[in-house]
């Protein structure tokens, strides 16, 4: 065992920033054409899927989600003891998605038909399905929706990879380019404000810097010497 630790005047190395994923129009409609071949159809999938990338959701808080949780007005409230920031946020959904969700809502949950109907698709795809838990659980939903990203990335392996994690960043950078105000979107998707800004400000940079160039790049470069 060391008396003191070396490391202690030895400095963290420095970390790129990584870019803000954006993602685009194109993968998305990509990705659910696949889901929609890959599963012959089933409405399940691309229903959830499409009330994750409208609400902004996280994962784990949509495969919680409870059928008690369906209110007036098109309202999906996903509630403190679901969340993960155990604080209570609302999603709104078109109504003719809103509509398709309740009607395919189970008893309890939300998402209950998945465990009932999972056999039969996988049977299409030739699948075995001896080894199918018949009991509903958010957390086996959670892994299934990670498969499925993590397999359409297999499948197109020339594209940018995809998380699912992806559709709430979009609906941030989406809120952006429709030119809602950052405090308005942070508190749509339940997000921080500062993580919100974060991205706000890496999509405005070049823009900024483009002005800043208009209007101060005389300003801002050394004056010649005189002759």
């Given amino acids: 065992m060391a008396d003191e630790n070396p490391w202690e005047t030895v400095d963290l190395p420095k970390l790129d920033r990584l870019p803000i994923r954006k993602l685009s129009g194109n993968q998305v409609t990509t990705f659910f054409g696949w889901l929609a071949k890959r599963w012959h159809g089933w409405e399940l999938p691309t229903l959830f899927f ?45 109504p003719d998605l809103f509509a398709k969700l309740k009607a395919m809502a189970g008893r309890v949950y939300l998402w ?7 056999p039969k698709y996988l049977k299409l ?9 018949p009991a509903f659980d958010p957390g086996r939903l959670c892994w299934w929706a990670k498969d499925e990203v993590d397999d359409f990335n297999k499948a197109h392996p020339d594209k940018p990879k995809l998380k ?62 005189s002759a």
């Fill in 164 to 225: 699912s994690h992806d559709f709430r960043k979009r609906a941030v950078t989406e809120a952006h380019r429709a030119g809602l105000d950052v405090d308005t979107a942070a508190a749509a998707v339940g997000m921080s404000p500062s993580t919100a800004r974060g991205y706000y400000l890496a999509m405005d940079q070049e823009k900024a810097a483009g002005e800043l160039a208009a209007k101060l790049a005389d300003t801002l470069r050394p004056g010649k010497p």
């Fill in 50 to 94: 499409e009330v994750k990338a409208v609400t902004g959701c996280r994962l784990g808080d949509l495969c919680s989600g409870k059928t008690g949780d369906l209110h007036e007005k098109n309202r999906l409230v996903f509630t403190p003891a679901a969340a993960k920031g155990r604080k209570e946020r609302v999603g709104v959904l078109p």
């Fill in 112 to 118: 209950e038909s998945y465990a009932d109907e999972l």
């Fill in 125 to 133: 795809r030739g699948v075995p399905t001896h080894r199918v838990n």
